[in-house]
């Protein structure tokens, strides 16, 4: 797709889902130690002698990977600390759980870190050997004091001391985080301080230790390695390096754009200001997934020309004037990359249903009718085109992936990869990594008199984002037929709020109608809100959430929302019984179930373009 973009077209203005999740945390260690990957497997993280967890709700949003960390605290004595706005699993399980006010990550973060520089607890040795400007690093805590702190994180000054003494005594320390980290306006600078505390306790360069953002898609670290960005070809090599650029041009015989394009965010502005006619997007539900999502359904119903191609007609379909289907991952052979750096094969199992193909022969036939003289094959062959344009791929062929085997990048010409990264040097010139000094800013979006409750929004175990996918399965569509929004009890007993009761949440940007559940996970004036919304487009978070967007990536500022909570009168289109008749074994909590449906603000069809027809496809079965 990104030769496409590139080659054939003649654009740059392409990008991919890490957009709205981890690319803050890759900037972050860009900036510090160079490659934006795990720093090992996730078997270190189960070696590791203390794990801290920051904005991840783990247990539901990586289940597979949380058990390692649960077995290890149970089994080991592995040490757990985790940060969070919600008391979920993984912090009840915890040694140490911290509950920071919103957004103030990057202040604790930054305490720590000059505490253990100020009282000779660093690793010393470590510094002078493997990292740059320790000196003006230091200089640039001067503020971090633990007091200040904790004045405006609210957690407690002993406990920030307590945090700091657990990490400098343990063998080997992992930090994970996710979106809790990543989608705010400082997100790249929260996810460099993490590293840079890593850096001051030497928590690099050995086994069980290291920084681990957490990627909540089965190709997110892989589309962003091969190249599905505005300013990097595959391998992170630069757009705008003429001499990388050559390379390209060399052995895709074109000339390619020079400067780097458009990212998610700023292609929905350029829609809006006029400048940008067409867009083809494939297997991302965008309507619904990005920020802000009336200003992006919006953009969308401006474009001139839209494709969209997809394996189920998604929620984004209904603005589209070509529907192309695509095959899923169990009629088509390729690779993903884990969260882990993990090249793994992906093989066929099924032909393609009906007249859907895999997204490789889609993409060719394009480029083709286009011009282009593309020819391969078998995706085997396209990876043999991009290893040896690749120094991070240059030993991957799908014969070494073969029954089963895995590779984690970089992998060497010969086949050698490299688990555990920076065995010997850092990826800087000089092998050295580098302290990267970060301010702190208020977040966007803050409580007022109007909106005067942050409303934080997350994954559900039952379903996987919006449910474009689970709501398919009749199983956990009846467990989670609809999304909620956890109230605190606190919070509930002042309002006259009981699990069930309707509520409108208004934000600065929307409006949606959900039922409350109130809970102890959440505490006092914050909220919760699921992602899941597939069975009521009206009850989507993101027709809540804002156009704010970390400073650096762009990745919108999902957990910066302020909100209105409106209680509801019971009128009679609500149900008569109790909504709440079931009750979640996970937490001894009631889940709601559907009630009756709210009445729309909008109609589907007025999504429709001028002139179009709204295709049926009928479903994939189960």
């Not at 089994?75 to 757990?80: H, I, N, S």
């Not at 967007?549 to 909570?565: G, I, R």
């Amino acid at each position: 797709m990104q030769k496409l973009a590139r080659a054939v077209i003649g654009t740059n203005n392409m990008d991919n889902c890490s957009r709205y999740c981890q690319a803050p945390a890759t900037t972050g260690l860009f900036r510090t130690v160079g490659y934006g990957g795990d720093a090992g497997s996730i078997e270190d993280i189960e070696k590791a002698g203390l794990v801290l967890i920051i904005g991840s709700n783990t247990a539901e949003s990586h289940p597979v990977l949380a058990t390692r960390v649960k077995r290890s605290h149970k089994l080991r004595g592995q040490k757990l600390i985790v940060a969070d706005l919600r008391e979920h699993e993984m912090a009840r399980r915890a040694d140490v759980f911290l509950h920071p006010n919103p957004g103030t990550d990057l202040l604790w973060l930054s305490a720590i870190t000059r505490y253990i520089l100020d009282n000779g607890l660093a690793k010393t040795e470590f510094l002078k050997q493997w990292v740059n400007g320790t000196d003006t690093y230091w200089k640039s805590l001067e503020s971090f004091t633990l007091e200040m702190a904790s004045e405006r994180s609210g957690i407690p000054v002993e406990t920030l001391k307590q945090v700091a003494h657990m990490m400098v005594e343990a063998d080997g320390v992992c930090v994970l985080w996710a979106m809790g980290v990543t989608q705010h306006s400082m997100g790249s600078d929260t996810s460099t301080a993490i590293s840079n505390l890593l850096l001051a306790t030497g928590n690099y360069m050995r086994p069980g230790a290291g920084a681990y953002p957490l990627r909540g898609h089965n190709n997110v670290q892989g589309a962003s390695d091969h190249g599905a960005m505005p300013n990097f070809f595959p391998g992170y090599q630069k757009v705008d390096d003429a001499e990388v650029r050559a390379k390209f041009e060399k052995a895709w015989g074109v000339s390619l754009p020079p400067k780097p394009g458009l990212d998610n965010h700023l292609m929905i502005d350029a829609i809006h200001e006029g400048k940008l006619k067409s867009m083809y997007l494939f297997g991302e539900e965008m309507s619904l997934v990005d920020s802000n999502a009336n200003f992006v359904a919006d953009a969308l119903a401006k474009l001139d020309f839209f494709v969209v191609q997809e394996i189920f007609f998604s929620e984004t379909c209904r603005f589209a004037d070509v529907i192309l289907p695509a095959s899923p991952s169990l009629e088509k052979d390729g690779t993903f990359t884990s969260t882990e750096r993990r090249i793994q094969r992906l093989y066929q199992v099924f032909e393609p249903l009906g007249d859907s193909r895999p997204d490789w022969k889609i993409i060719q036939d394009i480029a083709n009718r286009l011009g282009a003289n593309w020819n391969y094959q078998h995706p085997s062959e396209i990876y043999d085109e991009i290893a040896p344009l690749t120094p991070l791929f240059a030993g991957v062929t799908y014969e070494r992936l073969e029954g089963y085997k895995t590779l984690q990048w970089p992998v060497a010409a010969d086949g050698s990869d490299q688990p555990l990264l920076y065995t010997k040097e850092f990826a800087f010139p000089d092998g050295k990594a580098r302290f990267y000094p970060v301010a702190w800013s208020e977040p966007t979006d803050q409580p007022d008199a109007e909106y005067d409750l942050h409303l934080n929004n997350g994954r559900l175990l039952e379903h996987f984002h919006e449910g474009n996918m689970t709501y398919r399965t009749a199983g956990i569509r009846e467990k989670t037929p609809c999304t909620f929004v956890e109230v605190s009890p606190a919070l509930a007993g002042q309002r006259g709020i009981e699990s069930g009761n309707w509520v409108e949440l208004t934000s600065r940007y929307g409006k949606v109608r959900v039922q409350a559940l109130v809970t102890d996970r959440v505490y006092d004036n914050e909220l919760y809100m699921p992602m899941n919304s597939m069975d009521d487009m009206d009850e989507a978070v993101n027709r809540l959430t804002s156009s704010h967007t970390d400073t650096v990536t762009h990745t919108p500022a999902y957990k910066e929302t302020s909100v209105h909570m409106k209680v509801l009168a019971v009128t009679s289109t609500a149900p008569t019984k109790s909504p709440l008749p079931k009750t979640n074994s996970r937490f001894g909590h009631p889940t709601p179930q559907r009630g009756v449906e709210v009445e729309r603000k909008w109609k589907r069809a007025d999504y429709r373009m001028p002139g179009q027809e709204l295709v049926q496809i009928k479903p994939r079965g189960n």
